[in-house]
């Protein structure tokens, strides 16, 4: 089986209140005070107390399109993704000359080459390295690029895999949007990076770290507008439906009995719940339809109020978060999960 040997969130510098950062949308995006208003209890609800910005939040005001703002992604995206990467290796006793595939995830901007091909010249990555570029899972992405780097070292059980994860959420800021999303997303995400370290079950560093046993994939039919990106002149425009929720209360208890019982488990065996922080209507309905409560989901509540949902890195975070809370027992379960646009949820089984 697969080894996380080691997971590494990181954040830029920049981190304002909730109530610096809607200041700031409202002054960029909403132009009459009732809108204001609206905006602030809507963003005093998301439980998010701070976040972190790619920028110092004054160069925002500089942002005067889609071309300005994914330069800037550029940028901080690449700085943001080696300091995660090199963090991870560090803290797994490798060099980047070790990593065999590395596969990158963002969603937030466009980069070609692609972020994997900029840090790997970056960091000094072997030239024969593989790639493996994913744009579009969004929130997913932590999780499936998990399940996705099982897959590779199961066929290649001697070799290291390496994820990484950049999201700059407030590079996408849509000025004099009003709708519903744009103030929800505006008061929800932040901006962050991860990388995850794994290893073959044949590498000699197998033997420390959590295992990546099984994982599931479940594509939902007819949900394409629950969540994604609409591609305007001015950017990425959020598309984020109220059925969310509702869609975890449908369809998580069955994904995860999927995930579990091949191995003889249910949900009351699972020690470790690592889920993604896609809002309190989102976790809320994950406690509900599996029988959890707040503590089980600590770790998650947590990376919420502290940095907001960082899309596919915000479950990469709660998974060091949850790697530094405690030491796990030898034998211990954990479920990693998470949902994105498609709509769509990929788990991952995890032994300690």
Known sequence: MTTISAVRGVLPPHRYPQAQLTD??????????????????????????????????????????????????????????????????????????????????????????????????????RPDVKRVPVVGLGCLAGAAGIARLHDFLRGWPNSVAMLVSVELCSLTIQRQDCSPANVIAAGLFGDGAAAVIAVGAEHVAASTGPRVVDSVS????????????????????????????DLVRTHLAQDVEQLL???????DDIARWICHPGGPKVIEAVQSVLGLDEDDLAMTWRSLHRIGNVSSSSVLHVLADTLADRPASSGEWGVMMAMGPGFCAELVLLQW
Request: aromatic share 4%.
């Open 218 to 245: 479940h594509l939902y039919e007819n949900t394409e507008r629950a969540m994604g990106w609409d591609v305007t002149d001015s950017g990425l425009k959020v598309v984020l439906g109220a059925e969310v929720p």
């Open 24 to 125: 700031l949308f409202g002054r960029l995006c909403l132009p009459d005070r009732s809108a204001r208003a609206v905006a602030n209890r809507i963003h005093t609800s998301t439980g998010v107390a701070t976040r972190h910005l790619a920028l110092p939040i004054e160069q925002y005001d500089e942002l005067d399109g889609f071309t300005a703002a994914n330069d800037a992604y550029l940028s901080a995206a690449v700085d943001l993704g080696c300091q995660a990467a090199l963090g991870a290796l560090k803290s797994a006793g490798l060099s980047a000359t070790d990593v065999d595939l590395v596969l990158s995830t963002t969603v937030t901007g466009i980069a070609v080459p692609s972020l994997d091909a900029r840090i790997a010249g970056r960091i000094n990555m």
């Open 261 to 267: 019982s091949p191995h003889g488990l249910d949900v």
